[in-house]
């Protein structure tokens, strides 16, 4: 089982080193988006608000929005170091309290607790102190960067810390709206709910209880896919470096031609422009007359 936070917890001059592995998983299907046309996946990105790039992770920074519009900027350094500070702390049992006194909607998350090097004496002695006490210990510790409240106790011979919320984060059950103040029901009405519940009222076991939509969803995946209604996402077309080069030389052509200014207009074209002469033909001359002789 993985390891989520190593650690110590402490009651009195009690020190338990001990491992928190999570309890529960998540088995919802995951289902991915896909573009319509060619059936790849949808890329989010992240883009700046004001100068509509695209943001890369290294240019990312954190900030609690104290007032809209103004933030405090905490960089991961100063983070870091105040979660080291935090998680380095034993975790220590402030109080002893018993479980039916905490209601319900105060838990949030549950881990399984196993000692580490050295520590599985201590961590005897703890489980049987809360069985025989018949109490669970409230401790607080941080985990992912948040200082939790947490229960811990017995189950099925393991320790268990439950976190729950802090009371300012449960909501007021007066704030829901609609909620009638009085109940407005016949004694006959009352009568036949409780017979309903005492004929439904069994012992809880929890594996007769299934998503039934999960597995109808996992038997509709299947049935399409054993009977080959299954997509392929179109493959990206490599980018043509001879197209781009021939853009980028023909962009490079484009910006060193000269601009071309408008010739300036002639006022008068027959009178600024001379009439070229025409060149003077050289006469032939008459053949010279030959003298007979008597």
């Given amino acids: 089982m993985h390891t989520m936070w190593k650690g110590s917890i402490s009651f009195g001059l009690v020190n338990i080193p001990i491992k928190l592995h999570t309890a529960t998983e998540d088995k919802d299907i995951k289902l991915r988006t896909l573009h319509n046309k060619c059936h790849a996946p949808i890329k989010y990105e992240k883009i700046c608000t004001v100068c509509e790039e695209e943001v890369k992770p290294e240019d990312i920074v954190k900030a609690y929005e104290y007032t809209k519009g103004k933030f405090v900027v905490l960089d991961n350094d100063e983070l870091e170091k105040l979660r080291k500070e935090n998680e380095e702390k034993a ?49 607080k510790i941080i985990i992912r960067s948040k200082e939790q409240l947490a229960v811990i106790r017995v189950y099925e011979n393991t320790l268990v810390m ?19 103040a009085e109940d407005k029901v016949t004694d006959r009405e009352l009568e036949t709910a409780i017979l309903l519940i005492d004929q439904l ?43 781009d080069l021939m853009a980028a030389l023909q962009a490079s052509i484009d910006r060193t031609k000269p601009s071309k200014t408008p010739a300036p207009a002639l006022k008068n074209a027959a009178t600024d422009v001379a009439k070229p002469k025409k060149a003077a033909v050289p006469r032939k001359k008459a053949p010279a007359k030959v003298k007979k002789e008597a």
């Fill in 91 to 139: 975790v220590e049992i402030i109080d002893f309290v018993k479980i039916e006194e905490i209601d319900p909607i105060y838990f949030d998350r549950t881990y399984y607790m196993s000692p580490n090097e050295g520590g599985s004496k201590a961590y005897s002695l703890l489980r049987k102190a809360l069985q025989d006490s018949q109490k669970v210990g409230l401790a």
């Fill in 162 to 180: 439950e976190t729950i919320h802090y009371p300012d984060e449960v909501r007021k059950a007066g704030d829901v709206p609609n909620v009638p």
């Fill in 201 to 243: 009222t069994t012992k809880f076991e929890p594996e007769k209880y299934t998503d039934e939509y999960r597995t109808a969803l996992l038997e509709l995946i299947e049935s399409k896919r054993t009977g080959q209604e299954t997509v392929t996402a179109a493959a990206k077309e490599p980018a043509s470096n001879v197209t």
